[in-house]
C-alpha cells in the first residue's frame, strides 16, 4: 500500500484563473478516482479525481462560485461549483449529505501528496487503467467505510 505524508493544513487552492481561492483547513475524509462515463464527460479525461471534506473544513477566501446542477444517470440532482470565469469545476455538493463536499483535488496549489484509496466505476475505465494497490469497485460502492479506512491507512491513521 502506498503510503502519503499529509501536507501542514491549512492548504490553498482554486481555479485556474485565480478568481476563486479557498483554504482547506483539515485533511479530506478520503481520496478516491470515479471512471463513470460522466466523470468522464465533465473533465474531458480518463476519470475525476474526487475529495470528500467537512463543509466545515472549506473556507473560501476569495471570489463566489457559480452553480449548475448535474442530474446523475440515477436521476439524483447535484450541484456543482465552478468559477464563472474560466470554468474551473470546484467542487459539488453530494446528496444525501449536506456536511460535506467533495472537493475537486487538483484544484489544489500543492498537489503531490494527491493518491486515490479506491477507484468507483471501473467497468467504465479505460482499457489502460491499473488499479493495483487500491480498492476497485465496478460501480458505486454500497458502502463508503472502506475507502474511508484505505484513506486513513495510507495516511497513517490520521
Known amino acids: ?16 484563473c485565480g478568481a476563486i481561492r479557498y483554504e482547506l ?3 479530506p475524509i478520503a481520496l478516491f478516482a470515479c471512471h463513470c462515463s460522466d466523470c468522464q464527460a465533465i473533465t474531458g ?14 473556507r473560501l477566501t476569495r471570489g463566489e462560485p457559480g452553480v449548475w446542477i448535474r442530474t446523475a444517470q440515477s436521476g439524483k440532482q447535484i450541484p456543482q461549483r465552478y468559477c464563472r470565469d474560466c470554468g474551473t469545476r470546484l467542487f459539488t455538493e453530494p446528496g444525501g449529505e449536506p456536511a460535506t463536499y467533495t ?31 487500491i480498492l476497485a469497485y465496478d460501480t458505486q460502492p454500497s458502502d463508503f467505510m472502506p475507502v474511508v479506512a484505505a484513506w486513513r491507512a495510507m495516511i497513517g491513521g490520521s
Open 103 to 133: 472537493l475537486r483535488p487538483g484544484t489544489l496549489d500543492d498537489t503531490s501528496w494527491i493518491r486515490p484509496a479506491a477507484a468507483f466505476w471501473t467497468k467504465s475505465a479505460q482499457p489502460w487503467m491499473t488499479f493495483d494497490g
Open 25 to 27: 483547513l483539515k485533511p
Open 1 to 16: 500500500m502506498t503510503t502519503v505524508t499529509l501536507p501542514k493544513f491549512p492548504v490553498s487552492g482554486g481555479c485556474a
Open 45 to 58: 479525461s480518463a476519470f475525476s479525481l474526487a475529495m470528500p471534506v467537512f463543509c466545515k473544513h472549506l
